[in-house]
């Protein structure tokens, strides 16, 4: 006769069982509490950012208006009294620094760069006799600002930019105003 004895369940290997069962479900509790966790916290990362552009912007502004203001004075000033100038100019940088420090960077149009949609904005055209010049910055005005985290412009560098033109740019008596300034 085969007969199998059955001997009655180890209750320490059963006990044994109930505590790996507990402790993965704890893991497994653990794991998504760090998820939100994780989720929670760069929420909250991203919201400090945005309020802290919301709040810094008036001021990045102010600070780019007073930047642009003391570049023109500076380049005013420049043959008649160099060392104001180079004061107003040091001024300058100092304020860009400012706005660095904010979160942003200043950048400038570049006489002979083409122009980019985005990241130049044209205050007006000078006309040239070289059709390679042709949509390049002849004149940079002010500059424009950079997102340094996003590298997204906040606002475009303001320039002048080169028109090439293959008509003589000679005015000539014999056209009429077609505005009609009598």
């Given at each position: ?7 009655p369940p180890d209750p ?70 160099p060392v104001a100038a ?97």
């Amino acid at each position: 006769m085969d007969e199998t004895i059955q001997q009655p369940p180890d209750p320490v290997l059963d006990r044994l069982e109930r505590v790996e069962a507990q402790l993965a479900d704890f893991h497994q509790r653990s794991a998504h509490r760090e998820s939100v966790i994780d989720r929670l916290h760069a929420e909250n990362q991203e919201f400090r950012e945005g309020l802290r552009r919301v709040v810094l912007e008036p001021v990045v502004s102010d600070l780019l208006r007073l930047h642009d203001s003391m570049v023109r004075e500076a380049v005013r000033l420049g043959g008649a009294e160099p060392v104001a100038a180079k004061l107003l100019d040091s001024y300058a940088d100092e304020v860009g620094l400012a706005v660095e420090r904010c979160g942003y960077e200043l950048f400038f149009a570049i006489p002979g760069e083409p122009f980019t949609a985005g990241r130049h904005t044209p205050a007006g055209t000078v006309p040239t006799a070289e059709p390679d010049s042709d949509n390049t910055v002849a004149e940079a005005l002010s500059a424009g600002l950079l997102e340094i985290e996003t590298g997204k412009v906040r606002r475009p560098a303001r320039a002048r930019f080169h028109r090439f033109d293959a008509v003589d740019p000679a005015p000539d008596s014999s056209v009429s105003d077609p505005v009609g300034s009598e």
